[in-house]
């Protein structure tokens, strides 16, 4: 049974960072091309940054560009995201989410496996 895991969530005060990690079990890994999303509060799930299975990137929401670096561990299966100069509105459960496609636009065609998320804050 395939699974992913976020860790690395928390509260964190404006301009922090934070690295959330998604770690991957049950899945043939190379595969897949991994996603974050986040759900803020009242407010509809928005795709954040994508990598795809040969580790090229792609940010899906404007509003993280310059701030936030997603990367890929193959030899752990883990995905990770770096969040610089964190604010308020970022405040969100973040899911990791995997598509089995090389590409992230595979996302477009489903998504195949979600985290369960963790939660990020940031205020003061």
């Known amino acids: 049974q395939a699974q992913l895991v976020e860790s690395g969530g928390g509260l964190v005060q404006p301009g922090g960072s934070l690295r959330l990690s998604c770690a991957a079990s049950?899945?043939?890994?190379?595969?897949?091309?991994i996603g974050w999303f986040r759900r803020a509060p009242g407010k509809e799930r928005e795709g954040v940054s994508c990598?795809?299975?040969?580790?090229?990137?792609?940010n899906w929401a404007d509003s993280v560009k310059g701030r936030f670096t997603i990367s890929r561990d193959n030899a752990k299966n883990t995905v990770y995201l770096q969040m610089n100069g964190l604010k308020p509105e970022d405040t969100a459960v973040y899911f990791c989410?995997?598509?089995?496609?090389?590409?992230?636009?595979?996302?477009?065609?489903?998504?195949?496996?979600w985290g369960k998320g963790t939660l990020v804050t940031v205020s003061s």
């Open positions: 989410a995997a598509a089995k496609n090389y590409y992230c636009s595979g996302f477009s065609y489903g998504t195949d496996y």
């Open positions: 049950g899945l043939t890994w190379e595969l897949y091309a």
């Open positions: 990598i795809d299975s040969s580790g090229g990137s792609t």
